[in-house]
């Protein structure tokens, strides 16, 4: 059978150093990839389709074995419904990254919020795997409901799989495996099967590659910036007609019509913003645009980005990238 790197399971080989698996020795346990971004930070990019991805789905539909799709709290998709249509599995879904949402936000309130709306998962746990946050309870559902010993994770590319599954070796287990973890896309390459304990055996899957995302077209270094290190300080602005938001040279927010509203943002504290006069300045003005008629409390998803909670009616103009995706939902917090 061939080696997998224990770090991102790519089948390792030492014939050529251009192609992925690529080790000085095959004695090795991580390709020469994952030990560069492990010792010196170095990210070389390496493109894995998603038509893969999903061929690892339909191997994974055929079992019985729990399945947990974790999501990055501030990147939550729009729809899960495609993945009941998938599954005849037991489904958890973990919401991850707790920590950088401001902690006066209640767990009780976005759990109930995703409960009501897809029924379907036997349960919604929030954590930080960071933080070590709700790791024990975590562990503790996952015993509930695996029906064997192997339960599969799932989810989007940078929503903290690899970190998650880290710690619970970490918290308990006697294995040193440690996967590789990146805030790029694509450091998981292949299936990873860790041993936790006689009772469990986690399998990694590569991340599926959101193309809608802002984190699959920006620069590495304004990538650091979009992904929160730390708690965010949520950002109020009180707009009125004819104002606008500029996040960085990102995305742009027009306030076409209505009274006085609220926008709060939830991005990360490294993101500039500024409140200018909608008429006297044209930047961003050449990107796609988007009009949205906005029903009471509307959230503003920027795939990648993060949200803009916004509490009034009104007509707004959404200047970004047309290949990134915006969308509302009912208010989340």
């Keep these: 059978m061939s080696k997998k790197c ?19 020795s095959i004695e090795n346990d991580i390709c020469m990839r994952c030990f560069r971004l492990k010792n010196y930070g170095e990210y070389q990019m390496v493109t894995k389709s ?3 991805y999903e061929s690892i789905l339909k ?3 055929k079992t019985k074995d729990l399945v947990i799709y974790v999501t990055d ?24 990254k707790k920590d950088v949402i401001p902690r006066s936000v209640k767990d009780e309130k976005i759990i109930h919020y995703f409960k009501e709306k897809y029924p379907f998962f036997n349960d919604v746990i929030i954590i930080s795997s960071n933080k070590n946050y709700n790791i024990d309870y975590l562990l503790k559902r996952i015993k509930y409901f695996q029906t064997t010993k ?3 994770v799932i989810g989007h590319t940078n929503a903290g799989k690899s970190t998650l599954i880290n710690k619970l070796i970490k918290n308990y287990s006697e294995n040193v495996q440690e996967l ?18 006689e009772y469990l055996t986690i399998i990694d899957t590569p991340g599926l590659i959101d193309k809608t995302s802002i984190t699959n077209y920006v620069e590495k270094e304004s990538l650091k910036k979009i992904s ?16 606008s938001l500029l996040i960085e040279d990102l995305f742009r927010l027009d306030y076409i019509e209505g009274e006085k509203n609220s926008f709060t943002l939830y991005i990360s504290n490294d993101l500039k913003v500024k409140r200018i006069i909608k008429d006297r300045h044209n930047n961003l003005h050449d990107l ?17 980005l993060g949200f803009i909670k916004i509490t009034g009616r009104g007509v707004i103009d959404v200047y970004i990238d047309k290949k990134i995706k915006t969308f509302l939902r009912k208010n989340l917090i």
């Design 180 to 197: 590789t973890m990146s805030p790029l896309p694509s450091t998981t390459l292949s299936t990873i099967k860790i041993e936790i304990n």
């Design 59 to 61: 191997e994974i539909s």
């Design 228 to 243: 929160p290190k730390k708690e965010i300080k949520p950002k109020t602005y009180q707009l009125k007609k004819g104002q």
């Design 6 to 24: 224990l770090g991102c399971g790519v089948v390792l080989q030492d014939s050529n150093i251009t192609n992925e698996g690529y080790t000085t």
């Design 50 to 52: 998603n038509e893969e």
């Design 288 to 304: 796609y645009k988007t009009t949205y008629n906005l029903p009471f409390n509307q959230d503003l998803v920027i795939k990648g």
């Design 73 to 96: 709290i501030l990147n939550i998709e729009e729809d899960f419904n495609t993945i009941k249509e998938n599954f005849q599995n037991n489904l958890m879904l973990v919401i991850n």
């Design 150 to 152: 192997t339960v599969y």
